[in-house]
């Protein structure tokens, strides 16, 4: 089974400043890879993901990510962040031929003015 | 275009109740996946529903159980509620197994 580790519990940024969130999993194999936003009291909105071709994947509100398959790694990056990007952000794995999202714990960004 | 709806929103129980909570898949969506996730840590795979059908379960005891309906809705019961059933409980649905939309979920509060 899979397993996702996200490194940094808690990133605080300045606003215009850019940000990159640490995510790496467990297995080698062929994996879907996913980067989900959290705002409080609300679900999960999807900002990227990663199925397959070009390495650097871009997503929603101008963040991207790139896949690493030697280091298993999908790191999350944006070049400038905005007060409104304060969230929890979670990144996820699956595998094509299982159906779950495995999540890891989640990494927290404040960002201040 | 409505996304995943989840009902209730919020919901206060009683330890030993039973609960239902309730999902309306997005519109094409055929498949449902139901997730729990406790305060401060990432969602937990519970179940997912195709065709009416249980077709993968996580590590949650029986007290977990699960419906879809033919019109691809779904319901998440739990038994003998336990206090540490208190979380946020998220509904995702998909037509395939890479493009899961999330709904907003209901909070669960066992006292």
């Known amino acids: 089974a899979q397993s996702v580790t996200q490194l940094d519990s808690q990133v605080p940024v300045f606003e215009e400043a850019p940000v990159e969130l640490r995510c790496n999993y467990s297995?080698?194999?062929?994996?879907?890879l996913f980067w989900y936003v959290q705002y409080p009291n609300q679900g999960l909105q999807l900002l990227l993901k990663?199925?397959?071709?070009?390495?650097l994947v871009k997503g929603i509100n101008g963040f991207e990510a790139e896949f690493n398959k030697s280091q298993t790694s999908f790191h999350l990056r944006k070049p400038s962040v905005h007060i409104s990007d304060t969230a929890e952000y979670f990144c996820?794995?699956?595998?094509?031929?299982?159906?779950?999202?495995?999540f890891g714990a989640g990494t927290t960004v404040t960002v201040r003015a | 275009d409505a996304g995943v709806t989840q009902s209730p929103t919020h919901l206060i129980k009683t330890r030993g109740q039973q609960v239902t909570l309730r999902c309306s898949p997005k519109?094409?969506?055929?498949?449902v996946s139901w997730y729990q996730q406790a305060l401060g840590q990432g969602p937990q795979f519970i179940f997912q529903?195709?065709?009416?059908?249980?077709?993968q379960r996580g590590n949650f005891p029986d007290r977990f159980s699960g419906h879809q309906f033919p019109n691809y809705s779904s319901e998440l019961n739990v038994n003998a509620l336990l206090l540490g059933d208190s979380a946020l409980y998220l509904c995702?649905?998909?037509?395939?197994?890479?493009?899961?939309?999330f709904g907003s979920g209901t909070r669960l509060t066992v006292v």
């Open positions: 995702a649905s998909s037509s395939n197994n890479y493009g899961y939309t």
């Open positions: 297995s080698s194999v062929s994996v879907y």
């Open positions: 990663y199925l397959s071709g070009s390495t």
């Open positions: 996820a794995v699956s595998e094509p031929n299982d159906y779950k999202l495995s």
């Open positions: 519109s094409g969506h055929d498949t």
């Open positions: 529903y195709y065709e009416e059908e249980e077709r």
